[in-house]
C-alpha cells in the first residue's frame, strides 16, 4: 500500500521496518490491529527524524486498514505581519484565498507578496491598491528585486542563519518577479482591477538574471566520457543498487531511458546532429574499457554510420 502511494520499498533494516518491529516488541503482538495509539505517540518522542517519518508512514497506512487514526496534520504558528499596510495584506490574503494553484505554491508566493508589501510601505506607501500601480511603480519593484538581500524585508530571521545580508541569488530573484506577474494578472484577469499594463512584459526577468540561471557545463575529458557513454549503452540487471530484500528500486527501463536521457540531452545542437570523429570511431570498433574490448553494441553501430564535420569535445551538464 505504501509503495503505491509513493514511498519506497520497505527492506530488511528499514527505518519502517525497525520502528514496525520495535512497537510489535513493545505491545506483544505480532498482530496490526493490536498497535495502540499510546504506543505509536511514544514512538515520534523517541525517534530520530528517519523514525518520525517511518511513524508517520506507518500510522497512515494502519488508518487505510481501517487500525486507527490518521496522523495529525503539521500545526503552524504564525504571528500577526508586521510593518505591511493592511489593505495590501487584505488583497494578497484575497488572492490567496481564491488561487487555485498548489496550497504550497499559494503559500509561498502570499509570502513574497508580503515581503514586497514592507518594501511598498517605504518606497511607494500610496500603491497599497494594486488598481492604483503604474508602469513606474513596476519598475521600481523590479530594480528592487533585483537589488534585494536576504533576509530584506522578511518578518523572521533566526531560519536564514548566516545567509542575511547576501545578495539574493538570480532563481530567487525570478520567484519574485514571476509571483508579482501571476499575482497581477490574476487580479486583472478576475476583473478586480483595471487593465493599464501587461504583467508578463512589466514583471519579465531582466537579462542580466535570466544570465545567471541556468546549467553551468563542464568540458569532460574524452576517455572519461568514453566511459560513461559506453556504460550508459551498455547497463544491465546487476549494475542496479539491490534492496535488501532483493529487489530494485527502479525497473531497469526505466534507468536505462534516463541514462541515455543524461548521456544525450546536454550536447550542442550541432553534436546532436553529427557525433564528433572520435566517438564514431569508438562506436565502430568497439571501446577499450577496464582492459577488455568489447564489440560495438547496434546503438554504437548507429551513431557510427553517422557522419559529419564536428570535430571536438562533448559539453555535458554533469549531476
Same mark, same amino acid.
Given at each position: 500500500?505504501?509503495?503505491?502511494w509513493?514511498?519506497?520499498?520497505?527492506?530488511?533494516?528499514?527505518?519502517?521496518?525497525?520502528? +514496525?518491529?520495535?512497537v510489535?516488541?513493545?505491545?506483544?503482538?505480532?498482530r496490526?490491529?493490536? +498497535?495502540s495509539?499510546?504506543? %505509536?505517540?511514544g514512538? @515520534?518522542a523517541?525517534?530520530?527524524h528517519?523514525g518520525?517519518?517511518?511513524v508517520?508512514?506507518? =500510522?497512515?497506512?494502519?488508518?487505510?486498514?481501517g487500525l486507527?487514526?490518521?496522523? #495529525?496534520?503539521?500545526? &503552524? &504558528?504564525?504571528g500577526p505581519?508586521?510593518?505591511?499596510?493592511?489593505?495590501?495584506e *487584505?488583497? @494578497?490574503?484575497?488572492?490567496e484565498?481564491t488561487s487555485?494553484?498548489?496550497?504550497?505554491?499559494?503559500?509561498?508566493?502570499?509570502?513574497?507578496?508580503? *515581503?514586497?508589501?514592507r518594501?511598498?510601505?517605504?518606497?511607494?506607501p500610496?500603491a497599497?491598491d494594486p488598481?492604483?500601480?503604474?508602469?513606474?511603480?513596476?519598475?521600481?519593484?523590479?530594480?528592487?528585486?533585483d537589488?534585494?538581500? &536576504?533576509?530584506?524585508?522578511?518578518?523572521?530571521h533566526?531560519?536564514?542563519?548566516?545567509?542575511?545580508?547576501? #545578495?539574493?541569488?538570480?532563481?530567487?530573484?525570478e520567484?519574485?518577479l514571476?509571483?508579482?506577474?501571476?499575482?497581477?494578472?490574476?487580479?486583472?484577469?478576475?476583473?478586480?482591477v483595471?487593465?493599464r499594463?501587461?504583467?508578463?512584459?512589466v514583471?519579465?526577468?531582466?537579462?542580466?538574471?535570466r544570465a545567471?540561471i541556468?546549467?553551468?557545463?563542464?568540458?569532460?575529458?574524452d576517455?572519461?566520457w568514453a566511459?560513461l557513454?559506453?556504460?550508459?549503452?551498455?547497463?544491465?540487471?546487476?549494475?542496479?543498487?539491490?534492496?535488501?530484500d532483493?529487489?530494485?528500486?527502479? #525497473?531497469?527501463a526505466? &534507468? =536505462?531511458?534516463?541514462?541515455?536521457?543524461?548521456?544525450?540531452s546536454? %550536447?550542442r545542437?550541432?553534436?546532436?546532429?553529427s557525433?564528433?570523429?572520435? %566517438? =564514431?570511431?569508438?562506436?565502430?570498433?568497439?571501446?577499450?574499457?577496464n582492459g577488455r574490448?568489447?564489440?560495438?553494441?547496434g546503438?554504437?553501430?548507429?551513431?557510427?554510420?553517422?557522419?559529419?564535420p564536428?570535430?571536438?569535445?562533448?559539453v555535458?551538464?554533469?549531476?
Open positions: 500500500m505504501l509503495v503505491g509513493g514511498y519506497a520499498p520497505a527492506g530488511k533494516g528499514s527505518a519502517l521496518a525497525r520502528v +514496525l518491529s520495535g510489535m516488541l513493545l505491545q506483544g503482538s505480532p496490526l490491529e493490536d +498497535l495509539p499510546e504506543n %505509536l505517540a514512538l @515520534v523517541r525517534e530520530s528517519e518520525r517519518s517511518a508517520h508512514q506507518l =500510522r497512515r497506512g494502519l488508518a487505510a486498514l486507527g487514526e490518521p496522523p #495529525p496534520g503539521r500545526s &503552524v &504558528v504564525t505581519e508586521q510593518g505591511i499596510n493592511p489593505e495590501w *487584505r488583497w @494578497v490574503r484575497r488572492w484565498t487555485t494553484l498548489t496550497p504550497l505554491t499559494r503559500k509561498n508566493n502570499a509570502g513574497r507578496l508580503l *515581503r514586497l508589501g518594501w511598498l510601505r517605504t518606497a511607494h500610496e497599497t488598481a492604483t500601480w503604474t508602469r513606474e511603480i513596476c519598475a521600481d519593484a523590479v530594480a528592487a528585486i537589488r534585494m538581500r &536576504v533576509g530584506e524585508y522578511a518578518q523572521r533566526d531560519c536564514l542563519g548566516d545567509r542575511v545580508g547576501r #545578495p539574493l541569488q538570480a532563481p530567487s530573484k520567484k519574485y514571476t509571483t508579482l506577474s501571476r499575482f497581477f494578472h490574476d487580479c486583472q484577469d478576475w476583473g478586480w483595471p487593465i499594463f501587461n504583467p508578463l512584459r514583471f519579465a526577468t531582466p537579462r542580466s538574471i545567471a541556468g546549467p553551468n557545463p563542464r568540458v569532460l575529458a576517455d572519461l566511459k557513454l559506453w556504460a550508459g549503452l551498455r547497463l544491465e540487471e546487476q549494475d542496479l543498487l539491490e534492496l535488501n532483493g529487489g530494485r528500486y527502479y #525497473p531497469l526505466l &534507468v =536505462r531511458a534516463l541514462a541515455l536521457t543524461w548521456l544525450f546536454g %550536447l545542437g550541432n553534436e546532436n546532429r557525433p564528433p570523429r572520435w %566517438l =564514431r570511431a569508438l562506436a565502430a570498433s568497439g571501446a577499450q574499457v574490448k568489447r564489440a560495438a553494441s546503438s554504437s553501430r548507429l551513431l557510427a554510420g553517422r557522419t559529419g564536428q570535430d571536438g569535445h562533448v555535458h551538464q554533469a549531476g
